[in-house]
């Protein structure tokens, strides 16, 4: 056990506060990562505003990337020394959706309460999505980290535990894009920019990004938008059904949490096309739909959680297109904040900028 600095949630909607929290030894197949840069997901905010529920106090944070300095026994050949990149798809390996290879819907969730995080005093800590990575070190399952080259940035590097994956894998994974066909993108945010640039990278004939500002649908055009939408415009569809040459899409990724979205994203659908569903509305949001249109067409509509992203096949393949030039992360980074600013960080991420702030120790 040893003593850590955490940015600890106490009352939801309340700022985060900086403590000393314990932090257990990494037991079997874990292991310690010392952080070097977290980023601040939509995802964190709607747990610390209390949109979710859960366990308090806790610690939230899963975007981030690091060093092994400790390993458990068992630690999935990891060792100290290693650069990695830690997610918050903790997968067991044997459930049917780990050994079908759908490590995202793991069907043995992990005790986050019990984990292996306390307060000073020893109250029980939440390790908010397997991660609690608002910290300086973290203890996680070896299934959670992908190792990266030492020479990758740190600060590019934590991008790839969520959005960047979700996004990507959403087009290329979920929707299975292929050459050719047609994508449109509800929301360009961070994970739609990501999505844009899967359905690219997938080789997306046409990619439509659907947003509320101009600003948005220009900056959707920089990674991979042919054609942009504003979302407030009537019956945006049918600008984009304009945009595709007048059919429909054969994929639209929604990729923000407000529910109208939901309720629209069909009718951007053209025949065979399927509704990947990516964004993360509040717990009680409803949606509605026309089930008659979608059985005549053949069309589909599904979830995707993380991009449905293998982690060790996904990540090693997506950190060697940015080397490449083939895969924005730079891009996405908004501002690089000191922990100790992270309540003011986070502030800004609600203002609604697109892209990432990132906390680098
Ligand atoms: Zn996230
Ligand atoms: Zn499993």
């Not at 955490?6 to 929290?21: D, K, S």
């Not at 940035?153 to 047609?182: F, K, Y």
């Not at 945010?189 to 990278?201: D, E, F, H, S």
Request: charged fraction near 15%; include cysteine.
């Amino acid at each position: 056990m040893q003593t850590v600095k955490a940015a600890v949630c106490r009352e939801f909607g309340a700022p985060l506060t900086i403590e000393e929290i314990q932090l257990d030894a990494p037991g079997i197949g874990q292991v310690e990562v010392t952080l070097d840069a977290v980023a601040i997901c939509h995802s964190d905010i709607s747990f610390a505003e209390g949109a979710w529920g859960g366990h308090l106090p806790a610690v939230y944070g899963h975007e981030a990337a690091g060093v092994i300095t400790a390993t458990g026994t068992a630690a999935g050949g990891f060792q100290i020394g290693d650069t990695v990149v830690v997610t918050l798809i903790r997968a067991c390996g044997s459930c049917p959706n780990c050994a079908g290879g759908k490590p995202t819907i793991c069907e043995s969730p992990a005790d986050n309460v019990q984990g292996p995080i306390r307060t000073k005093d020893g109250t029980p800590l939440m390790q908010a999505m397997a991660c609690g990575a608002f910290a300086e070190k973290v203890v996680v399952h070896h299934s959670q980290i992908v190792r990266i080259p030492d020479t990758l940035s740190r600060e590019v590097a934590c991008l790839l535990s969520c959005g960047v994956i979700t996004g990507v894998g959403a087009a290329i994974n979920a929707a299975g894009l292929r050459p050719g066909q047609d994508a449109v993108v509800i929301g360009a945010g961070g994970v739609g920019l990501n999505a844009i640039q899967g359905a690219r990278i997938a080789g997306a004939r046409r990619i439509v990004a659907v947003d509320m500002t101009q600003e948005k649908l220009d900056i959707a055009k920089s990674f991979g938008a042919t054609h942009g939408v504003l979302a407030s415009a009537p019956k945006p569809w049918r600008a984009a059904q304009k945009a595709l040459g007048g059919r429909g899409a054969d994929a639209v990724l929604v990729t923000v949490g407000a529910i109208p979205a939901y309720d629209d994203a069909p009718k951007y659908l053209g025949w065979g096309g399927k509704v990947v569903m990516i964004g993360m509305p509040h717990a009680e949001g409803m949606a509605t739909y026309n089930p008659m249109g979608m059985s005549y067409q053949g069309q589909g509509l599904i979830g995707s959680k993380m991009g449905d992203t293998v982690i060790q096949r996904d990540i090693p393949w997506m950190v060697d297109l940015y080397e490449q030039g083939r895969l924005k992360l730079d891009e996405l980074i908004s501002g690089r904040w000191r922990f100790d600013q992270i309540n003011e960080a986070i502030a800004d991420t609600k203002t609604g900028s697109a892209k990432r702030n990132v906390i680098v120790f």
